[in-house]
C-alpha cells in the first residue's frame, strides 16, 4: 500500500483528496501545514507528498527544501498543489526539485492518473 | 590706579586683542570665517566713545538727544536687507574696497571724484579718530587721577596711541588686496564689541542696584531736579524737529561712514549674515541705550554742583565708590570703543589714501615699471605709513584743535560732512539719470556750506568767543538762512544736503553723463541681472592685446596668479587661450584684478595706457545695453523654458513610473482575485466530481461534500460581491444615507451577529464609552458593515480568552472609535498596507492571508466616504484600530464625490 501525505490548510479540500486517495488504496496521512509534513516524516517514508504551497507557520517551498535534504526521501514524489498558476510560481516550483506543479482547481481522476504514472 | 598698573593692565588688553587677531588668522576656522554673530558684532564699530561717553554727556545735559545716534541706525537697519545686500554684490562683482571707490567706479571711474571723496572722507574722520584719542588720554588721566601731560613725549596716552597704530598697521596690511578679508582684525573688533557692551552692562548695573535702590529709585531722586522734565519729554513741534533730523543724521551715517562700510560691505563673506545683522545689530544698541539714562542720571545725582565732566559719568561713578574694578572695566570699555574705531578708520582711510590719492597721483609711475615683489611691497609700506600718518594726524589733532571740544559736537559734526556723500551714495544704486557732475557739484556745495556753518565756527570759537570783521559779516549776510527752531548742527545738516540733492539732481537731469558713467549706472541698479555674467555688461572698444594686459597683470599679481586667473577667465567665456586680442570681458576682468590692490581709478589708468580706445557715444552704449538687456531676458526666458521642459519630462517620468506600478498592482490584483477564487472552486469541483463518479458513496460523505458545494458557493459569492462592492465605493457609486443615529445601538446590531462566535472563542468582550452625546451623523448599514468587518478581523486574530474592547470618545467635534484585540502584532512597516486590496505582507507571498483580504480595504473606504480615517497600531498586547468620524458630516454628496477623487 502506497502512503501519501496531503498537505493543505483548506479543510474542504483536504477532504475530497482523502476520501479518494483512501478509496484508490493509498495509506493518507492528514497535514495542515509544513510542520505537520515534517512531524510524519519523521517516523515514516511516504511514496508521494502533496504539498500546497501557501499554508500558515511553514510554506510549501520551504517544505520542499527540507524534504530534498534529508537523504531518506530521495524516492518520495512531491507534487505542489496550488492555486498560484503564474509561469514563474510554476517554474520556480519544479526548479526546487518538485516532481509535478499541478494547478487548482483540477481534477482528482487526472491527479491520481498522474501520480501513478510516476511509479 | 597709578599710571603704570593701568599702564600694563592696557598693554595685557591689546596682547589680548593681539591674541585673538592671530589666532583668527592662523586657524581660519569655520567658527570664525562663517559666524554670522562675529560680524554683526564688527558693525558695532559703530559704538565710539562718542557713543560710550559721550552719549551720558548728552543724556545729562541735554536729554533726549542722546537717543537719536541709536534710534536712526535702528530705523535704517531693516532696509539693510535690499540695501546692503545690493551693495555687497556691486561690491563683490566689480572688487571694490573702499566707500571712495563704490561711489567713484559709479560716476565714470573718475580718478577725481574718488580723490574727493578721500578727502571728505579724511576731513570728517580724522578729527573723527582725534576724539576718540583724546578719549583715550583723559580717561587714562581721569582712573589714574594724573594731570595731562603737555608733553607728548611724556604723555602716557601717546604711548597707548603709538601701541594702536602699530597693531593696525601690522594686521590692516597683511593683504596687498584690499578686498580681501581681514579676519583677524575683525574677530578683534568683534570681541571688542562685546567687551564695550559687556563692561557697560556691568556699570549698568552696579550704578542701578549698589549705588541706588533699583531704578525706579533714580528716577525718583532725579525726577527732582528742575530740569528733568523739560530734558526728557520733546518740548513741543521744535525739539521734534530737532530730534528727527538728528535721527536722519545717524541714520545716513550708519549706512556711509567708511568704518561701517568697511565692516558691512567689504569685510562681509556671506549675504545672509545680513539677516542675522538686521536683529542683532539693533538689540545690541538697545541694550546699549537702556543704561545710559541711568547712568546718566545717577551721575548728576551723586555730582550734583560739582565741576565734573558728565560725558566721564561712567568713570566717575564706581571711582567715587572705590570700585577699582569697575572702573578699570569701564576705562577697557571705553578703549575698546576707541580702539575699534580707530583700527577700521585708520586702515580705511588708509586704503582710500593709497588707491586714490597717493598711487593715481603719486607713484602709478613708478609702479609700472617694478617687479610684482617690490610693487607689492611697496603698495603694503604706503598702506603701513598712511595709517600711522592718520593716527598720528589724528593724535596732532586732538592736541591742537579739539583738546577742549566735547566729544558729542566733534561726532556730529563729523557725521554731517560724512553725509555729504549721501546724495551720491544712494543715487548710486537706485538712480540711473546720476550724473558725475552733478554728484561732484553737490558734494562740493555741500561741503561748502559744512564748512562755512560747522567747521570754522566750532574750531574758530575753539580760540575765539566771538569773531569780529569779514567773517562776522559774512556770517551776519547769510543770517536769513537761519532756521530758528533747529539747533545749529541740524539746520546745517538740512541746509548742505538740501543744497546738495538739489544740485545733484538738477545737474543730473539737465546734462548728460559720458558713456562709462552709463554703463556703470546700468550694472549698479540692475545688479542682479549682471551678477553672473557682469563682465558681459561692461561696455568698451577699442584696441587691446592680451600680452600687454598679461604684463600689467603679471607686475602686480606675478606670473603664476596671473596665468591661472585668465585660465579661469578664458574656461568661464569658453576663449581660446591663444586669442591675441582683448575684448570688453577681458579690459574689465583684469581692471577688477587690479582693483583689489590699487583701486579701481588707478586700475583703469594702468589698463588705459597699454590700450587704445575707440569714442563710443552714449546712444550707442544704451543701444547695446538695451541689446544686453534683451539677450539676458531671452536668456533667461529661453532658461525658464528649458526648466519648463525639464519640469515636464520629470512629470512625464514620474507618470509613467507611477503607471508602471499601477500596471503591477493591477496584476498582482488579478492574481491575487484568482487566487481567492480558486481555492473555492477547487474544493466544489473536487466534491462534484466525487459526486460524479462515486455512486458507492456513503451517504453521511455524500452529505457533507454537498454542504462544502453550498457553503464554497456561499464564499465565491460573497468574494465576488465583496470585490464589486469596494469597486463601487471607490467609483462613488453607493449612495450614502447620513442621517443621526445611536452610535451605540449601531454598535450592538453589528455585535449581535458575532456573538455567538465569540462566545465559542471564549473572548472577554467589554467596552467602554466615555461619549457626552450618543447621536452622530453615519450610514449606519455601512457603519455595521464597517464594525463587523473590524470585529471579524479582530476575532480571526484573537486567541482564546482573549480580550476585544471597543471604547467610544468625542474628542474636538469628532467621534473616536478604538477597537481593541489581543494577539499577535502587525509587523511595524505594514500598518498602513493593511487597508489594500487583498493586502499581502511580505511573507504573505506564501502564507495565505486570512479572510478575503478585501474586509479592511472596504472599511477603509467607508470611512473616508463619511469624511474620516482609519489607523491601526500595536498596543501592548495586541492591535488597536482607531476609527475618527466628524460629528457632523457636511455636503453628503460632495463628500462622496470627493473621495471618488481621492480614491
Given amino acids: 500500500m502506497k502512503k501519501i501525505i496531503i498537505a493543505d490548510d483548506e479543510h474542504k479540500i483536504l477532504m475530497s483528496l482523502e476520501y479518494s486517495f483512501k478509496k484508490n488504496g493509498y495509506d493518507v496521512f492528514i497535514a495542515r501545514d509544513g510542520t505537520e509534513v515534517l512531524d510524519f516524516l519523521k517516523t515514516m517514508v511516504p511514496d508521494v507528498i502533496l504539498l500546497d504551497i501557501m499554508m500558515p507557520n511553514l510554506d510549501g517551498y520551504s517544505t520542499l527544501e527540507l524534504i530534498k535534504q534529508d537523504e531518506k526521501l530521495k524516492d518520495t514524489k512531491v507534487i505542489f498543489l496550488s492555486a498560484k498558476n503564474n509561469p514563474k510560481d510554476i517554474e520556480r516550483g519544479l526548479e526546487m526539485g518538485a516532481d509535478a506543479y499541478v494547478t487548482k482547481p483540477y481534477s482528482i481522476k487526472k491527479l491520481m492518473q498522474q501520480i501513478e504514472e510516476m511509479f | ?903
Avoid at chain 2, 528733568?228 to 518740548?235: I, P, V
Avoid at chain 2, 523654458?641 to 517620468?653: A, F, G, I, V
Avoid at chain 2, 446590531?749 to 467589554?766: F, R, T, W
Avoid at chain 2, 471579524?792 to 469628532?814: C, M, P, R, V, Y
Fill in chain 2, 1 to 903: 590706579m597709578s599710571s603704570f598698573a593701568l599702564f600694563t593692565v592696557v598693554l595685557f588688553y591689546l596682547a589680548l586683542l593681539f591674541l585673538v587677531a592671530h589666532l583668527a588668522e592662523k586657524k581660519k576656522s569655520k567658527l570664525w570665517i562663517n559666524n554670522p554673530y562675529i560680524y554683526a558684532l564688527s558693525l558695532a564699530v559703530y559704538c565710539t566713545a562718542w557713543t560710550y561717553y559721550g552719549s551720558i554727556g548728552v543724556a545729562a545735559t541735554s536729554g533726549l538727544n542722546y537717543l537719536p545716534i541709536y534710534i536712526g541706525p535702528i530705523i535704517v537697519i531693516p532696509a539693510w536687507i535690499y540695501i546692503n545686500t545690493r551693495i555687497v554684490r556691486i561690491s563683490r562683482v566689480n572688487k571694490i574696497s573702499s566707500l571712495a571707490d563704490f561711489i567713484s567706479l559709479r560716476y565714470g571711474n573718475s580718478r577725481s571724484f574718488s580723490a574727493i571723496i578721500t578727502i571728505v572722507c579724511l576731513l570728517a574722520i580724522v578729527p573723527y579718530i582725534g576724539l576718540q584719542i583724546k578719549a583715550i588720554s583723559e580717561t587714562f588721566h581721569l582712573v589714574t587721577e594724573t594731570s595731562i601731560s603737555n608733553n607728548i613725549l611724556t604723555d602716557n596716552a601717546t604711548f597707548v596711541v603709538v601701541l594702536i597704530a602699530l597693531f593696525s598697521s601690522y594686521y590692516g596690511t597683511r593683504y596687498v588686496d584690499a578686498s580681501e578679508k581681514r579676519l583677524g582684525i575683525i574677530s578683534a573688533i568683534a570681541l571688542e564689541s562685546f567687551l564695550k557692551l559687556f563692561f557697560i552692562i556691568i556699570l549698568g548695573f552696579f550704578v542701578i542696584y549698589f549705588v541706588f535702590d533699583g531704578f525706579s529709585d533714580i528716577y525718583e531722586k532725579a525726577s527732582k531736579f528742575e530740569d528733568f522734565k523739560t530734558k526728557n519729554t520733546f518740548n513741543g513741534v521744535e525739539d521734534a524737529m530737532n530730534w528727527m533730523v538728528l535721527c536722519l543724521i545717524s541714520g545716513t551715517a550708519i549706512c556711509i561712514l567708511p568704518r561701517q562700510f568697511h565692516t558691512a560691505i567689504v569685510e562681509n563673506r556671506q549675504e545672509k549674515h545680513i539677516k542675522t545683522a538686521i536683529w542683532f545689530f539693533p538689540l545690541y544698541l538697545l541694550i546699549f541705550t537702556v543704561f545710559i539714562f541711568p547712568i546718566a542720571w545717577g551721575g548728576r545725582l551723586i555730582f550734583d554742583g560739582q565741576k565734573v565732566n558728565p560725558e566721564f559719568y561712567s568713570i566717575l561713578i564706581p571711582q567715587h565708590f572705590d570700585n577699582t574694578w569697575i572702573t578699570v572695566f569701564v576705562f577697557l570699555g571705553g578703549l575698546s570703543s576707541c580702539i575699534s574705531m580707530i583700527i577700521i578708520s585708520a586702515i580705511t582711510l588708509s586704503i582710500m589714501l593709497s588707491n586714490n590719492l597717493i598711487i593715481p597721483y603719486g607713484v602709478l609711475g613708478k609702479l609700472k615699471s617694478e617687479n610684482e615683489a617690490q610693487n607689492t611691497k611697496l603698495i603694503t609700506n604706503i598702506r603701513k605709513f598712511s595709517i600711522f600718518a592718520l593716527i598720528i594726524m589724528a593724535f596732532a589733532f586732538y592736541k591742537y584743535f579739539i583738546l577742549k571740544t566735547s566729544l558729542d559736537s566733534v561726532g556730529l559734526i563729523s557725521f554731517v560732512v560724512i553725509a555729504q556723500l549721501a546724495p551720491a551714495f544712494f543715487g548710486a544704486i537706485f538712480w540711473r539719470r546720476g550724473t558725475y557732475k552733478g554728484a561732484v557739484i553737490g558734494l562740493l556745495a555741500g561741503l561748502a556750506i559744512c564748512y562755512f556753518g560747522l567747521i570754522i565756527p566750532q574750531y574758530y570759537f575753539s580760540y575765539n568767543q566771538e569773531f569780529k570783521g569779514v567773517l562776522r559779516d559774512l556770517y551776519d549776510s547769510f543770517d536769513f538762512f537761519k532756521i530758528s527752531f533747529l539747533g545749529r548742527i541740524p539746520q546745517i545738516f538740512f541746509w548742505s544736503i538740501l543744497i546738495n540733492t538739489g544740485l545733484f539732481t538738477i545737474l543730473s537731469v539737465s546734462s548728460k553723463g559720458n558713456y562709462r558713467e552709463r554703463n556703470f549706472a546700468e550694472l549698479y541698479v540692475d545688479i542682479d541681472k549682471y551678477i553672473q555674467n557682469h563682465e558681459n555688461a561692461f561696455i568698451w572698444r577699442g584696441t587691446a592685446y592680451v600680452s600687454d594686459i598679461k604684463n600689467i597683470l603679471e607686475r602686480f599679481l606675478g606670473k603664476n596668479k596671473t596665468e591661472q586667473a585668465l585660465r579661469i577667465f578664458n574656461l568661464k567665456y569658453n576663449i581660446d587661450s591663444q586669442a591675441e586680442t582683448a575684448d570688453s570681458r577681458f579690459i574689465k576682468f583684469s581692471e577688477n584684478l587690479l582693483a583689489g590692490r590699487i583701486g579701481t581709478a588707478s586700475a583703469k589708468i594702468l589698463i588705459e595706457g597699454v590700450t587704445k580706445e575707440d569714442k563710443i557715444s552714449l546712444k550707442e552704449v544704451l543701444n547695446i545695453l538695451e541689446e544686453s538687456k534683451e539677450n539676458i531676458t531671452l536668456n533667461k526666458k529661453l532658461t525658464e523654458q528649458s526648466e519648463e521642459l525639464q519640469k515636464l519630462s520629470d512629470d512625464l517620468r514620474k507618470a509613467n513610473e507611477s503607471l508602471i506600478i499601477k500596471d503591477h498592482q493591477k496584476d498582482d490584483f488579478l492574481d491575487s482575485v484568482a487566487h481567492e477564487l480558486r481555492t473555492p472552486i477547487t474544493a466544489i469541483r473536487s466534491a462534484g466530481e466525487i459526486l460524479a463518479d462515486d455512486d458507492d458513496i456513503p451517504l453521511d460523505i455524500k452529505k457533507e461534500f454537498l454542504n462544502n458545494i453550498i457553503t464554497e458557493s456561499d464564499r465565491l459569492s460573497e468574494i465576488i460581491n465583496d470585490i464589486l462592492y469596494l469597486d463601487k465605493l471607490q467609483h462613488g457609486e453607493i449612495v450614502l444615507h447620513i442621517q443621526e443615529n445611536n452610535i451605540l445601538e449601531t454598535y450592538k446590531k453589528a455585535l449581535n451577529p458575532l456573538l455567538h462566535l465569540i462566545q465559542q472563542k471564549n473572548i472577554h468582550l467589554s467596552e467602554v464609552n466615555l461619549l457626552n452625546q450618543f447621536v452622530f451623523e453615519y450610514d449606519e448599514a455601512r457603519m455595521i458593515q464597517l464594525f463587523q468587518n473590524i470585529l471579524g478581523n479582530a476575532l480571526k486574530f484573537t486567541d482564546e480568552q482573549g480580550t476585544i474592547q471597543t471604547k467610544f470618545s468625542e474628542i474636538d467635534n469628532h467621534l473616536i472609535i478604538k477597537i481593541f484585540n489581543t494577539g499577535k502584532h502587525i509587523p511595524e512597516e505594514d500598518l498602513e498596507m493593511i487597508f489594500d486590496k487583498f493586502y499581502q505582507s511580505k511573507n504573505q507571498n506564501i502564507l495565505k492571508p486570512t479572510g478575503s483580504g478585501l474586509g479592511l480595504a472596504i472599511s477603509k473606504k467607508i470611512v473616508q466616504a463619511q469624511g474620516g480615517t482609519i489607523k491601526a497600531e500595536n498596543s501592548g498586547l495586541g492591535v488597536t484600530f482607531t476609527i475618527t468620524l466628524p460629528e457632523k458630516i457636511k455636503e453628503h454628496k460632495n463628500e462622496v464625490e470627493q473621495h471618488k477623487h481621492t480614491l
